[in-house]
C-alpha cells in the first residue's frame, strides 16, 4: 500500500525555465495538499485541492504559480519562469474525509510525501 | 483555525520519557488536536490527535488537559530518531489545510 508519491525527488532548473512537480495521493485518497518549506524556515501552506477543483489556494503566490487535480493521475505543481527564491522544498500531502460525528472532518489525517526538491540556479 | 503556542526547543536524554508541551487557550469545542513530526530531510509525519479523551498509539501519548487549553505529547523512551521538529495543530470543523507553526526543535543526547 503505497503512500504519497512525488516525484522528481530533484529538480535543478535555470532561472526562467518551468518547474513541474508531481504528487499520486495514497490509494483512496481524494484531497491532495500543497505546501513549501523555504531553506531554514517553516512549512507554508500553498493550495488544497479536490479532483478537478482547487478548495483553497489561499497561500499560493499571485503569479507563475499554478496547480491542478485532474480526474485521472498526479496532481500538478507547476511553476513558471522559475527564480532563485523559488528554491525550496515542495510537500504535498492527502488525505480522505472522515466520516465523524456531525460530519466534521477536522479528525482527519494528512500523510505526507518525501517532497520535491527544486534547485534554482 | 486556533492558534497554538510551544517551546522553542527542549532536551532529552535517550531511554528517557519526553513530554512536549503545547497551550492552545483559544481552542474551540468542534477543533481536534493533531501533532504532526519532522526529521531532518524528510516529509512532515502524523504522530497522534485527539479531541477530548487521552489518546495512546504506538509513536506517543496525548495527554488533553480537561479545559482543552492545553496538550502534552509523551514519548514513552526517547530513541536518537526522535530528534525532528514536532508541531501541536488544531484542526477546526471545516478541517482542510493544517497550519503549521514554529514547533518545538526536539534534540536527543545519547
Known amino acids: 500500500n503505497a503512500g504519497v508519491m512525488q516525484n522528481p525527488r530533484h529538480l535543478v532548473r535555470r532561472r526562467g525555465q518551468e518547474a513541474r512537480l508531481r504528487c499520486s495521493p495514497m490509494?483512496?485518497?481524494?484531497?491532495v495538499y500543497w505546501y513549501r518549506q523555504l531553506p531554514e524556515e517553516g512549512l507554508k501552506f500553498m493550495v488544497y485541492?479536490?479532483?478537478?477543483?482547487?478548495?483553497?489556494e489561499s497561500g499560493m503566490p499571485k503569479e507563475r504559480f499554478s496547480a491542478e487535480f485532474p480526474k485521472e493521475g498526479p496532481s500538478i505543481l507547476r511553476i513558471q519562469q522559475v527564480v532563485r527564491g523559488d528554491s525550496a522544498a515542495y510537500f504535498c500531502a492527502s488525505s480522505q474525509v472522515a466520516k465523524m460525528r456531525g460530519g466534521f472532518p477536522g479528525a482527519n489525517v494528512l500523510t505526507f510525501g518525501a517532497g520535491s526538491r527544486l534547485t534554482v540556479l | 483555525d486556533a492558534k497554538t503556542t510551544q517551546p522553542n526547543s527542549m532536551e532529552s536524554n535517550e531511554e528517557e520519557p519526553v513530554h512536549l508541551p503545547c497551550n492552545h487557550s483559544t481552542i474551540s469545542g468542534t477543533d481536534y488536536i493533531h501533532w504532526y513530526r519532522q526529521l531532518p530531510s524528510q516529509g512532515p509525519e502524523y504522530v497522534i490527535h485527539g479531541l477530548t479523551s487521552n489518546v495512546n498509539n504506538r509513536m506517543a501519548s496525548l495527554a488533553i488537559a480537561e479545559d482543552r487549553k492545553s496538550s502534552t505529547l509523551i514519548l514513552h523512551r526517547a530513541t536518537l530518531r526522535d530528534a525532528a521538529v514536532y508541531y501541536c495543530?488544531?484542526?477546526?470543523?471545516?478541517?482542510?489545510?493544517?497550519?503549521f507553526g514554529a514547533g518545538t526543535i526536539l534534540r536527543v543526547k545519547s
Open positions: 485541492l479536490q479532483k478537478e477543483n482547487i478548495i483553497d
Open positions: 495543530i488544531l484542526r477546526g470543523e471545516y478541517g482542510n489545510k493544517l497550519v
Open positions: 490509494k483512496g485518497h481524494s484531497h
